[in-house]
Every structure is written in C-alpha cells, then in structure tokens.
C-alpha cells in the first residue's frame, strides 16, 4: 500500500474534467484529494465517480472551491451548511474526510495516522501594521483579490475568521486527544505554515491562504508529511525535519505543456518511508 496525493484538480475546467480519466488506477493504495476538485456539488460527485474505483480508499478535505456557492447553480446552500452536503455526499462513497475518525494504517510495518483536516483562514497572513479591518484593501491595493469574498459564505458563523476559529479549536482538540507518538499525514487545503508561502505575482494574496494558528502542529502533533494545495505552486519543502508537500494540478494553462494529472499524483509515503520510523522514534506524547 502507497498514500498518493493531488489537489486543485478544478474539473470545472473541461480539460481539467477529461485529464482525470487519464489517472492511473492504483487499487491498492489511497488517494488524497486535498481540496478544489471543484466548484458544486456535481463536480465532485464526477470526481469520486470517477476516481474511486481506481483507488482503495479516497480521503478528501474542502478547500475553498467547493464551499462557494455558484449564482448559477441550483443548490443554494451556503457556509457550514454547503460543507455538511459535501459530507453527506462523501458518506455516500466511502470517501474519508475531516469529520470522521483519523484512521491508523500500517505501511511496512509503521503505523502512520491519516488526518484529514479543515481550517479555513483568518486573514492573519498580513503584516502586523495591517489592522484586520483593513485587511481585504490592503490586500485589493497590492493587486490582490479572492473571489471567497463574494462566494465563500460562512453562515452560520459571522464571517471566515470566526468559522476558522471554531475550525482550529475543534480539530486542535481532536488531534491533542490522539496524540500518542503515532506519525500523522496532516491534510489540509490550505498551508499550515505562512512559511511555504510565496506568490511573487500577487504576494498579498496569503491574506487568503491560511492561519497562524497552526504554525507549530507538524511539530506538535508529530507529522511526518504534511499535504497541502491552494497556491498551485507544486513543491517539497521541508521544515523542522518535517516534509511539506503541495501537490496542486491547477488550471489547464498552469499544467497543459508542462506536466499530466497523473504525473502530478504525488506519492506521500510507502512502505519503505524511512520518516515514519524516524517520528516514531524520535517524537513521544507529553
């Protein structure tokens, strides 16, 4: 068994949508999605429909994509209400998400954690000058904009920050009372480190891009790898011994030319993963 990982397959795109039949079953390992398959309820239904049977098991987590609420599409749903549908319809196919347990796996003989996680941002990635009323202009200003300000609604909750917030306790909660010394594969759509941030044509768009209130899990809450999308900007990184992976496809004219979406299916980790016995070594719970 191998973990695979991909993101932003936006299959909104109908070059994006035709390349996902080109993925290459792999019936014995699992597959992350980690975030904007794309924009409604359907795309990501053709996504599983698509690519469950090529995988023994898809573990899925939202990015911003999926949680709009499209003018033109039939389901009105909106915030926590939009990501409950998504759930219900990942029920349906089996796939993991970030509402259930965080399953233990054997690779080679090493136990590894999947956790699936969903944390929104809360407009913390801006320089401290910037208060946070004057976050979104500042950022409009530098020539960056997220169109999460007209889409991404956050009902119930009074705004992002606020559902982000709520998002960080509870899963902060989930992950202290699993950690036992077990390495996790940390999934999440967007960064969990302002560090691996760099956007040299819109630099002001990490407004959008996470929260600082998890810069220190890898390290707490003992990674081995952590898997991450949103800035279409395919790299490995590696930070505190930890290995940062962002395995975004994106839109066809940032991948047609230049790569496929099966050579931009990540491989995470294997049975012979060296890292997963060195955090089982080296990193113990308080």
Not at 171 to 178: D, K, P, V
Request: a negative charge; glycine letters at 6%; aromatic letters at 10%.
């Amino acid at each position: 068994m191998k973990i695979y990982a991909i993101s932003d397959l936006h299959i909104g795109y109908q070059d994006n949508q035709r390349a996902l039949a080109e993925i290459t079953a792999r019936p014995n390992d699992w597959l992350i999605l980690a975030g904007d398959v794309g924009e409604t309820h359907a795309h990501l239904k053709y996504a599983f429909e698509v690519l469950q049977p090529k995988f023994r098991q898809l573990v899925w987590v939202p990015g911003n994509h999926e949680l709009w609420t499209m003018p033109s599409d039939s389901d009105t749903a909106r915030g926590e209400f939009k990501y409950n549908q998504l759930i219900n319809l990942c029920r349906s196919f089996q796939v993991l998400t970030p509402e259930d347990p965080y399953p233990v796996v054997l690779l080679g003989g090493s136990k590894v954690r999947i956790a699936p996680l969903f944390l929104l941002y809360d407009y913390s990635f801006r320089p401290e000058c910037v208060p946070m009323e004057r976050a979104v202009d500042w950022a409009s200003e530098g020539g960056g904009f997220c169109s999460d300000e007209f889409l991404l609604h956050s009902d119930p909750y009074p705004g992002k920050a606020a559902w982000c917030t709520a998002r960080c306790e509870i899963t902060e909660q989930r992950l202290e009372s699993c950690n036992d010394g077990v390495p996790a594969v940390l999934i999440n759509h967007f960064p969990l480190l302002e560090d691996l941030i760099h956007l040299p044509r819109m630099p002001r768009f990490s407004l959008w891009c996470g929260t600082r209130r998890t810069r220190d899990w890898h390290i707490r809450f003992n990674a081995c790898v952590v898997v991450s999308g949103h800035l279409h900007m395919r790299s490995t990184k590696h930070y505190d011994g930890v290995r940062f992976e962002e395995v975004s496809l994106g839109y066809p004219r940032q991948w047609k030319g230049r790569t496929t979406p099966d050579l931009s299916v990540r491989e995470i980790l294997s049975p012979n993963a060296t890292c997963l016995e060195h955090r089982s070594a080296s990193v113990h719970p308080s």
